[in-house]
């Protein structure tokens, strides 16, 4: 079981952060969110979902792209929390152009976020991981993390580093009692992948439901989106004993995207 376990998720105001949060709370976990939000929204989704739980939730606003908020999140979830056992490092922001075109900083915000960011946090909590002989390091990377798209060169560029840092990660903490691997999806049905798929409609002149199938299509056999619940569930198997011997590996949930 997870009681006792204090689990840290990035970017979980949304989408496949905030069904990391439920799914680690309602495993007994005491749980820190975080996302950019205002101060009151993130307070409020924070009290739902303890109230829904049962367990202990709080909230830190830390902007994954500014190194000392980030360790000062990791810093405050050890002192009022009491430790940090579960460390999900799930924010990430897309942008989508060739790259010619592609504005620079939209290149610097995502490798922050999506790449940086997971630095910085293990940097700040893997001392405490460590000495306590336990842990669970979890990088919510991508299919593009292992494959390219068009169009999407620093959140390619990003992922591939996340999974090459969670093969370091993990390697590292051999013999430690802590595991750091990274998870995979393909389309998942979030604010994010909703954009893309509201830019293919008004561009096709189509519904979003037509430009889905067309979106997915394009990339998964398997016509459909995994779910964030079945994200969450694969987070939580990555935490349990089950998972105890898996360093450094990527788990794959795509529909048979890169099976091709
Ligand atoms: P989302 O847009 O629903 O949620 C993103 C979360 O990250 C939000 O809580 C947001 O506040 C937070 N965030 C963004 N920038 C931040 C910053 N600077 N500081 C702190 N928090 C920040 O997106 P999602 O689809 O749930 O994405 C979650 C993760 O899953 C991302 O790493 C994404 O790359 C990955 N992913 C998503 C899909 C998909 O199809 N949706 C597929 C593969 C991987």
């Known amino acids: 079981s997870l009681k006792g376990k204090v689990a840290l998720v990035t970017g979980s105001t949304s989408g496949i ?30 009290g739902d979902l303890a109230g829904e739980s049962g367990v202990k939730v709080a909230s830190h606003p830390a902007d994954m792209t500014r190194p000392a908020e980030i360790a000062d999140l990791v810093a405050t979830t050890q002192a009022t929390l009491g430790s940090l056992d579960i460390l999900v490092n799930n924010a990430g922001i897309q942008h ?5 075109k592609f504005p620079v900083e939209k290149w610097d915000a995502i490798i922050a976020v999506n790449l940086s960011a997971s630095f910085h ?25 292992l494959v390219a798209s068009t169009h999407k060169a620093a959140y390619v560029a990003a992922k591939h580093g996340l999974i090459g840092l969670t093969k370091v990660m993990g390697i ?12 995979c999806p393909g389309f998942v049905s979030t604010p994010l992948a909703l954009a893309q798929i509201e830019t293919k409609a008004k561009a096709d ?7 889905s199938h067309l979106l997915i299509g394009e990339k998964q056999p398997q016509v459909r989106f995994t779910t964030v619940e079945q994200i969450a569930g694969l987070a939580l198997f990555l935490a349990s004993d089950t998972a105890s011997n898996m360093q450094g590996t990527a788990l794959v949930s795509d529909g048979g995207w890169t099976a091709q």
């Open 17 to 46: 952060g905030l069904a990391i949060a439920r799914a680690f709370a309602a495993a007994g976990c005491t749980v820190m969110m975080n996302g950019l939000a205002e101060a009151v929204v993130l307070h409020k989704l924070a």
């Open 96 to 100: 989508v152009d060739r790259i010619e």
């Open 121 to 145: 946090t293990v940097r700040a909590a893997l001392p405490a991981m460590k000495q306590s002989g336990w842990g669970r390091i979890i990088n919510i990377a991508s299919t593009h993390g």
């Open 172 to 183: 590292e903490c051999a013999d430690t009692g802590v595991t750091c691997n990274a998870i």
């Open 205 to 211: 002149g189509i519904g979003m439901d037509e430009a």
